[in-house]
């Protein structure tokens, strides 16, 4: 028997996060038990989460989200934008491939083929979420590769970096 694959997000469930997709994508896999789906998080359009294979946890303290973080396969975010998501970059630190909606924020976080995807259509996150689950050593070389960037590009001192030549470059 298959094991189970769950794909999941974190945050307020709020218009910005677009939870209809999240719904949309999820339901495609409604028929298919061994793929679940989970929201890390709760919000005002809770209700319009109500495929039955998605779970939704509630509000939780930060280390019980970093632990959810920790028990997906796939990090989901279908966001219509963002700044720079603290729960997808703590889902890169959790070694996740990442399938972000492609707007600004998430393709920041995604080196295409690397350590995940960008999608624009539901068809295209369905077909992501069946080709991860159907190749997991391809899905874990992903998630090396998030949490290997993660490491490298979004630490502190490599942003702080990063900033302090940018300011000097424009004082110039």
Known sequence: ??????????????CQKNPSLFNEIARAFADEPAVRFLWIGDGELRSRLSSPNIMVTGWLPADRVREELGRLDVYLSTALWEGLPLSALQAMGAGKPLLLFDCVGNKDLVAEGENGFLFTEKAAAVERIRSLRADPPRAQSLGAASARMVRTRFALTNMLDQFRRLYLELAD
């Open 1 to 14: 028997c298959r094991q189970v694959t769950l794909v999941g997000t974190a945050g307020r469930i709020i």
